[in-house]
């Protein structure tokens, strides 16, 4: 459970602006963005039920062009995306991705009415990170703390990683990517996420 609303939370962040414009409060674009994906699910659940890639436009459409993947990749990586060609880190951005998009598809038709709770946000003067802090509540159960790392690129904040209950969603694949690497390198770790993308995409998500 916690690692599917990790999966599912850590894309439901966007935001765009100009460099002139005025920078969006961070938790308020946590929230106004949350709300909007959340509820399209909701108004559109007879039309994902009848056809699930509908739930892929959505996300494509409202979050996915707020991401750094590459800033993503490249922790998740680490050592590794050193020593990639471009042509590696090019398809296992692509692959990372789309592992990340799966996850989020798959899981939140199941998870729309669960209540979010936004904790006040804590920023320094200037600041160009921030974690914007939130409970998803459970019933029968304590609410699952995420806090989402956002930073500051040309007036657009970015999202870059999302921690739950205290375990970066980053580090956590991070950690399981590199022993993939290890046993076979890092052409078979891209090899395999394409294989199960493919896979699970030909099931409907």
């Known amino acids: 459970m916690k690692q599917t609303w990790a999966a ?112 006040p946000l804590r920023r320094r003067p200037g600041a160009e990170e921030v974690t914007v802090r939130t409970e998803v509540e459970q019933a029968g159960g304590f609410p699952i703390p995420i806090d989402y790392s956002l930073y500051l690129q040309g007036g657009s904040w970015k999202v870059f990683d999302v921690v739950i209950d205290g375990v970066s969603l980053v580090t956590n694949y991070r950690s399981t990517f590199a022993s993939e690497v290890r046993r076979g390198g890092l052409d078979k770790l891209i090899a395999d996420l394409a294989d199960r993308n493919q896979r699970e995409s030909g099931r409907g998500g």
């Open 8 to 119: 599912v939370m850590v894309l439901t962040l966007a935001w765009a602006g100009g460099v002139a414009a005025a920078v969006q409060d961070p938790l308020e674009l946590v929230q106004k963005t949350s709300e909007e994906i959340l509820g399209k699910v909701r108004e559109e659940r007879a039309a994902i039920d009848n056809n699930p890639r509908r739930l892929y436009q959505l996300v494509n459409e409202i979050v996915l062009p707020h991401f750094d993947f590459e800033r993503m990749s490249r922790w998740v990586l680490g050592k590794y995306w050193r020593r990639a060609s471009p042509q590696q880190r090019r398809r296992f951005v692509a692959e990372f991705r789309s592992l990340l998009v799966r996850t989020y598809a798959k899981s939140l038709a199941e998870y729309t009415d669960n209540k979010i709770e936004y904790l």
